[in-house]
């Protein structure tokens, strides 16, 4: 069994992060610098310092940009970091990439398939490429396109495939050297919910024979329902870490209800701070503020009949029950959807 | 480096080659059999070009379509695969030191074009017979110019397909491959550029002056060629060079 250790990685770019970074949207800011016309620099990772034990799920929750992308980038050899380290089991993984990349499959954010071959032949040549028998290649890629219901399309060049048929061709590539740890980015990005079920479904039964499985989502639900633990990163930094119930309960009260007024006033933050099981107040802007609390809808009434005494008009009320969503508003002031 | 990784590997682009066998033959040998059609046949034939400018022709010829099949089989498939369809992540991630797979297209590269050079002295013979007059007198000075000629254009097709952007490939062949060929002494032996003084100097920082040069004097030595010593230096030093360009802007596409 294989675990996964990063110590205080970090990457700028300077340039847009290409291809095995995965997509942009980071932070840009000016480096101080002496010349002119400083480049702009890309902080990716800003720190990032994982522990991560054999034959955990774990995973890398956060919104587009946030760094997941380039921490799995690193762990697969595929991103030189600009500083710290990062160890599959015992192997360095800058310094011993060969070792390394015989531990770990890789599911890319985006399908990266052979379009030149068939759905089998890729996986039998992926086999290839890792040393694996004729007889075994043969055998495995003939299971795992059962396992991943891809057997009536198999031997049909991938250019035609949807994308959930490539997502899941991808899943079997990764799959087919049976690797001791598993990297899934965005697993199930752009799947339809029945082939997202039956993909969990196979992510458990392979961590269940032992397997280290890291998997970047922004999807809250696939992060509470697969993983053990959970990083929450932002702006190349882990905001939170521990198991989805700790997580949960970590955010103050649990329940948030996001509040919109016509105009609010300290006063009126002040009375609602008062009102009974709520945590916290905070105003997000003039018109809006975000409660939490450890109760929910029988709020409602009390924050209207506050806003009523207040002279202030209530717009909206927004509920929402505890979850990973909230912890992460609860950290940025933003949701990970924005 | 790891046999079995690199050997699957040039077994996945044998295998795609002969799957896309019809097309591969029709991108490499339409264009210069049509060329070698119309001035080796049509032009000798009409009486405006002397009948021993045929044997002239089929070396250029040869080291044209080496060149553009090497650098067509190694720098198409990178761009599109470093760009586009992203499929050489997979071969990224196999268990052997990335440098591999480039050598490895590099290699795939090599034989592609000598197959090409290899094919192309029969269809053009048969295209331009009677009167061609090939003497292959030093059988192994051949062998190793073409491997070297086919080694260039791989390394060729390795430096520009990963430093040309997607949507620059259409310049990339007007700028860079098409002034080659006609800069190349392809249609024409170098020693016809002596009214052109600064062009016949310019022209030797041209690596397929030394491919065609390389290649008459080993096929048809009756005509003026660069001396052999100069050819295998040129050779030699170009691809020194290009592979390892190849090989830096390799790894600056794959390792961010």
């Not at chain 2, 799957?19 to 070698?36: A, D, E, G």
């Not at chain 2, 002239?56 to 553009?68: D, E, K, N, Q, T």
Request: net charge positive; with cysteine.
């Amino acid at each position: 069994m294989v675990g996964i250790r990063t110590r205080d990685l970090r990457k700028v770019y300077t340039s847009p992060p290409p291809l095995a970074a995965g997509v942009g949207g980071f932070t840009f800011f000016r480096a101080p610098s002496k010349s002119k016309q400083p480049k702009p620099e890309i902080v990716a990772l800003d720190g990032i310092s994982l522990e991560i034990p054999p034959g955990e799920i774990f995973g890398l929750l956060g919104p587009n940009g946030a760094g997941k992308s380039t921490t799995v980038g690193i762990l697969t050899t595929r991103v030189r970091p600009a500083s710290g380290q990062a160890w599959i089991g015992e192997h360095d993984v800058w310094k011993e990439q060969t070792t390394v990349k015989r531990l770990i499959g890789v599911v890319a954010q985006r399908p990266n398939l052979d379009f030149s071959l068939t759905a089998r032949e890729i996986l039998v040549f992926h086999g290839a490429y890792f040393g694996l028998s004729s007889v075994e290649r043969t055998k495995r890629a003939y299971a795992l396109l059962d396992r991943f219901k891809l057997l009536d399309r198999a031997d049909q060049l991938v250019r035609g495939f949807s994308g959930g048929m490539m997502q899941r061709l991808s899943i079997a590539r990764a799959m087919m050297h049976d690797p001791r740890v598993l990297f899934l980015d965005e697993p199930s990005a752009g799947l339809d919910p029945q082939t997202r079920l039956l993909l969990w479904e196979i992510i458990r039964e392979y961590n269940h024979s032992g397997k280290t499985i890291l998997l970047t989502t922004h999807n809250m639900e696939e992060a509470d329902a697969l993983c053990q633990r959970l990083a929450i990163i932002d702006h190349g930094r882990v905001i939170a870490l521990g198991t989805p119930r700790e997580l949960k309960a970590s955010v103050p009260g649990g329940y948030l209800l996001r509040l919109r007024f016509g105009q609010h006033s300290p006063e009126l933050l002040e009375r609602l701070r008062a009102l009974g099981g709520v945590r916290e107040v905070h105003a997000t802007d003039a018109n809006g503020a975000d409660l939490y609390a450890d109760r929910g809808g029988s709020l409602v009434p009390e924050i209207a009949s506050l806003a009523l005494a207040g002279r202030v008009d209530l717009y909206d009320v927004h509920l929402s029950e505890p979850s990973l969503e909230n912890l992460f508003l609860h950290h940025t002031g933003r949701s990970l959807r924005e | 480096m790891n046999r079995k990784a690199f050997l699957a590997m040039l077994g996945r682009d044998a295998h795609v080659a002969r799957r896309n066998f019809v097309p591969i033959l029709l991108q490499t040998f339409l264009q210069p059999l049509m060329f070698v059609f119309i001035f080796g046949r049509v032009m000798v034939g009409s009486g405006y070009m002397p009948p021993a400018y045929k044997s002239l022709l089929l070396p250029g010829i040869m080291a044209i379509s080496m060149v553009g099949t090497g650098i067509w089989a190694v720098a198409m498939p990178l761009i599109a695969e470093f760009q586009w369809t992203r499929e050489i992540e997979d071969r990224l991630l196999a268990p052997m030191d990335i440098s591999w797979v480039a050598v490895e297209k590099v290699v795939a590269g090599t034989l592609q074009a000598l197959a090409a050079g290899l094919m192309v002295i029969p269809a053009a013979w048969l295209l331009l017979r009677p009167g061609v007059e090939l003497s292959l007198h030093a059988p192994l000075v051949f062998a190793g110019v073409a491997a070297l000629v086919a080694l260039f254009s791989a390394a060729g097709g390795l430096a520009l397909g990963c430093s040309v952007d997607q949507t620059h490939v259409g310049l990339m062949f007007t700028l860079v491959v098409a002034p080659m060929i006609f800069f190349g002494c392809t249609y024409y032996p170098w020693s016809a550029l002596e009214n052109f003084p600064f062009l016949q100097k310019a022209v030797l920082l041209n690596p397929l002056v030394y491919a065609s040069e390389g290649l008459r004097g080993t096929l048809v030595p009756q005509f003026p060629h660069l001396s052999l010593l100069a050819v295998w230096a040129g050779l030699v030093l170009f691809n020194a060079l290009l592979l390892s360009v190849g090989l830096r802007q390799f790894h600056k596409k794959a390792v961010s």
